[in-house]
């Protein structure tokens, strides 16, 4: 274990360098360039903030703007969005690199930790554009913002666990990415990013909480629409989850170390 | 003897399970019989030294690929165990990890990083690398506008940024012009002075023996030859041309010689030797000198067509020439059992100062890939001496006039 996290150290600037690679190579030879990394975002923010605050002006109890319900998906939506790019990019990891594995020796813990590194810089657009967006809203939420970061840990801890859980078999067996990302259209809608959790009748929120992306999900919206700490108890059952897969993750890739070359 | 390079015992197997359910299961102590068993390397044995040149040939799906994998760490062996002491730089398939859109120098930033090098380590060697491949202002243009030839030179560059203790060169230089063929031979050179231990893969007779001390020959996944590269390549050129009831023979004769012999044996060599003018059996020749080489033939069993040919070698077992009966429209048919014939091929020994050996093959048609009844390599050795030609140098005698004329 030890001896598997120096080798990924010992590799920190080939993380660095394929991330950096990745985002030249997409926008190398484009005109506008780096700017589309700003661009697609925006456009996101915008299409959610614009069209939904015309559709849906119904108020959210508790919330005096009237651009409530479109700020409540975008909440949302940022972390879903950053769960399901790792999640379906570490799915397919291995194997779209199955050419770099069968030739070169290195760290195979390197290529998650690529997906991660990119998919956290396209987070971290998304978010600061939508923070603008907030702020041509009227809606500046600051106070609770340093909870982000233990919400944007759990996410990516839960989408890495359970992406190179399954990716690792994927290798193997290739239904298994077809099954999860049909899994993973379905999980977006029993997780509420677009409704309200207090839609769902009381007898089954137990059911939806069984869901760990929910208690993350709905930290997001604590702090970026309510402005307040996310509920930490209804973190620890996402945290323990993400926990566990983690273990599953790193177990299933130790026994698959060695065959994994053999069948790509 | 210390090593740089130890394969202990190692066997290779691909597994195939009924179900990849099975496979999974497998690792966690379920005991499932995988459904097929390819077996690809079969307890690989060797060790060689800081220094040490080591050809490894062996035919297409011998385990050439899987072996050198093996000992690079992509794949790990089913078996056995790789000790490696020092850093292993591979050129296996060059501009791995390339990206087109990338410019040379992004490109060799990114692939050495992929390599485990860090960014001060590149930044140390960069402008040193821009020089050696050049490739001018191309460096910093995108890699897509370049040439396979420039893409090697970069790859090449990056590969062998700094000196590995054991480099391992696969087939991929020959894609350079010659020039850069000669500038990245060189730094092999001169990384093996350094006590760089090479490992070539080739089929090329030429480099093997031009650039290795020693040679492996792996079949079937199994070294089945280990030595000096001339008798290896020898018991290789042999091995291709096996065919069923084939067998290959080598012998050691009393001066020190291993002469290689395979076929099917329909017909064989009783006899072959050089002779001169007079018709004496000769074994130094002077430059120039009118020769015969003879070559008896045993014939043990009704053949349709026999074609003698013979080849000499340098003492590096490079080739220096040979032809054969076909190729001059003689044209040996219907011959049967019982025959002995006497083929003499009559020339001038234009060839340098040396020794040189010969190598005789009988065969159906006019290589020895179809039928083969007998090739014998290091069948005869002979001295070239001068005794009557004006000094010279090289492999080959090219008769002088040399004028010299005040043009002004």
Redesign the interface.
């Known amino acids: 274990m030890k001896q598997m996290i120096l080798a990924v150290w010992s590799y920190r600037f080939f993380i660095v360098s394929s991330i950096k690679t990745e985002f030249r190579s997409r926008f190398s030879r484009s005109k506008f360039g780096g700017l589309w990394m700003v661009l697609h975002p925006l456009a996101l923010v915008l299409i959610y903030a614009l069209i939904l605050s015309q559709i849906m002006t119904a108020k959210l109890p508790g919330v005096a703007s009237q651009y409530a319900y479109p700020i409540y998906i975008l909440s949302g939506m940022v972390g879903w969005t950053l769960f399901s790019d790792i999640l379906g990019r570490s799915l397919t990891v291995f194997i779209d690199n199955a050419n770099l594995l069968k030739k070169m020796s290195f760290p195979k813990l390197a290529l998650p930790l690529i997906t991660i590194g990119s998919s956290f810089v396209n987070f971290m657009l998304l978010f600061v554009m939508m923070f603008v967006v907030f702020g041509f809203l009227g809606h500046l939420p600051y106070h609770a913002l340093h909870w982000l970061p233990l919400l944007v840990f759990l996410t990516i801890g839960l989408a890495i666990g359970i992406g190179l859980f399954f990716g690792v078999l994927n290798v193997f067996i290739r239904d298994i990415g077809q099954v999860m990302t049909i899994i993973l259209q379905f999980w977006f809608w029993l997780t509420p990013v677009v409704y309200m959790s207090s839609i769902i009748p009381k007898e089954h929120h137990a059911l939806l909480m069984l869901n760990p992306m929910t208690g993350i999900v709905m930290g997001y919206q604590n702090v970026l629409l309510y402005d307040k700490a996310p509920d930490l108890n209804i973190l620890i059952y996402p945290s323990l989850f993400t926990l566990l897969f983690l273990v599953l993750s790193l177990v299933i890739f130790k026994k698959a170390n060695e065959e994994m070359a053999d069948v790509l | 003897m210390s090593s740089v390079l130890e394969v202990k015992n190692i066997s290779k197997s ?2 195939d399970y009924s179900s ?2 099975k ?2 299961l497998s ?2 102590g379920f005991n499932f019989k995988p459904a097929e068993e390819h077996q690809i390397l079969r307890h690989i044995n060797f060790s060689i030294a800081p220094g040490e040149a080591v050809g490894i040939v062996g035919q297409n799906g011998a385990g050439k690929s899987t072996l050198l ?1 093996i000992i ?5 062996p089913s078996e056995g165990s790789v000790q490696i002491d020092g850093r292993i730089s591979a050129i ?2 060059l501009g ?2 390339f ?4 410019t040379g120098r ?1 490109n060799t ?2 692939s050495a ?7 001060a380590q590149i930044d140390a060697i960069i402008d040193e690398l821009e020089a050696f491949a050049e490739i001018g202002e191309y460096f910093d243009q ?1 890699v897509r506008t370049y040439s396979s030839g420039m893409q090697l030179r970069v790859a090449f560059g990056v590969v062998t940024a700094y000196r590995p203790e054991i480099l391992i060169v696969d087939e991929a230089l020959s894609v350079g012009d010659a020039y850069f063929q000669h500038k990245s031979l060189n730094r092999i050179r001169e990384f093996q002075e350094q006590g760089t231990t090479l490992l070539l893969v080739s089929h090329d007779r030429g480099a093997i023996q031009a650039i290795c001390d020693r040679a492996i020959l792996l079949e079937k996944g199994a070294v089945i030859k280990d030595g000096n590269p001339e008798e290896v390549m020898d018991f290789y050129n042999a091995l291709i041309a096996e065919k069923e009831n084939s067998k290959i023979e080598q012998v050691a004769t009393e001066d020190g010689r291993v002469e290689t012999t395979s076929g099917t044996g329909e017909a064989v060599v009783a006899d072959i030797g050089l002779f001169n003018h007079k018709n004496e059996r000769i074994e130094y020749i002077s430059v120039g000198e009118e020769v015969k080489l003879k070559v008896i033939v045993d014939v043990k069993d009704t053949i349709p067509q026999l074609v003698v040919g013979f080849m000499i070698k340098d003492r590096l077992g490079q080739s220096i020439f040979g032809t054969n009966t076909h190729h001059y429209d003689k044209i040996i048919e219907s011959v049967s059992a019982g025959d002995k014939l006497e083929i003499s091929f009559e020339f001038y020994m234009n060839l340098g100062v040396g020794s040189y050996s010969v190598a005789v093959a009988l065969h159906a048609d006019d290589t020895h890939i179809g039928a083969n009844y007998e090739w014998k390599d290091n069948a005869l050795v002979f001295n070239v001496i001068n005794t009557s030609k004006n000094e010279f140098v090289g492999s080959s005698w090219i008769d002088q006039k040399i004028e010299v004329k005040y043009v002004k």
């Open positions: 691909f597994k990849e359910f496979r999974i690792w966690f994998k690079t760490g992509t794949l790990k296996l398939e791995m990890g990206n087109p859109d990338l992004q930033y990114h990083g992929l390599m485990g090098y860090t960014v995108p």
